[in-house]
């Protein structure tokens, strides 16, 4: 196998993968090297839930998400989302919970999507950083407006699909049961 960089942007590289196939004959592969992604289903200490609307440059629109992002190389999951979490709500937490890892498109990239849960969050005088719009919601209001939004997101839904399996916290289970019901 040869393996080559072909461009480096901030947020990824393409690579070029020559491969022999199972017939002997080289063949060709695009990659694309990728951060570790990192996001968390929060809820504060009055029983909402913490979402964020932010401009999407891939779709030219806005996006209703978990707080997320990148995990800067050296850094930790755990630790990559809490500054996140800050960041982009300005809500701040002592208790986490690892819910799931999982591959984004394996297909085509080599990065993982780390979930956590965040509990009884609360905002300390911290703001939202510029271009992030904090919604706090409850679960009523979640399943009436922003579920469909959280549905066209394929990284949202998937975190959400694997949290099923999450036992430690009764408002995530009401927030799946929500999600999920009448898909």
């Known amino acids: 196998m040869k393996e080559s960089e072909v461009y480096n942007f901030d947020v990824f590289s393409v690579h070029t993968r020559t491969v022999n196939t199972a017939a002997g004959t080289p063949a060709k592969f695009h990659t694309l090297?990728?951060?570790?992604?990192?996001?968390?289903?929060?809820?504060?200490?009055?029983n909402l839930l913490a979402l964020v609307k932010q401009y999407r440059h891939g779709i030219d629109d806005y996006t209703i998400e978990f707080p997320g992002g990148l995990i800067e190389q050296g850094s930790l999951p755990l630790d990559a989302i809490k500054q996140e979490v800050?960041?982009?709500?300005?809500?701040?937490?002592?208790?986490?919970?690892?819910?799931?890892?999982?591959?984004p498109n394996a297909a085509l990239q080599d990065n993982l999507c780390y979930t956590f849960a965040c509990h009884s969050a609360r905002n300390v005088g911290?703001?939202?950083?510029v271009g992030s719009e904090l919604i706090l919601t409850d679960l009523t209001a979640f399943k009436q407006r922003w579920r469909p939004l959280l549905v066209m997101h394929s990284l949202?839904?998937?975190?959400?699909?694997?949290?099923?399996?999450?036992?430690?916290?009764?408002?995530?289970?009401?927030?799946?049961?929500?999600?999920?019901?009448?898909?």
Not at 86 to 103: F, P
Not at 126 to 129: G, M
Request: some cysteine; overall charge negative; glycine content about 4%.
């Open 156 to 183: 949202m839904a998937t975190s959400m699909f694997l949290s099923l399996d999450y036992d430690g916290d009764v408002r995530l289970k009401e927030l799946l049961n929500l999600f999920f019901r009448d898909l």
């Open 126 to 129: 911290a703001h939202p950083e």
């Open 86 to 103: 800050v960041e982009e709500t300005g809500l701040i937490s002592e208790h986490w919970s690892d819910i799931c890892c999982y591959r």
């Open 33 to 46: 090297k990728c951060p570790n992604w990192v996001n968390a289903i929060v809820f504060t200490s009055d």
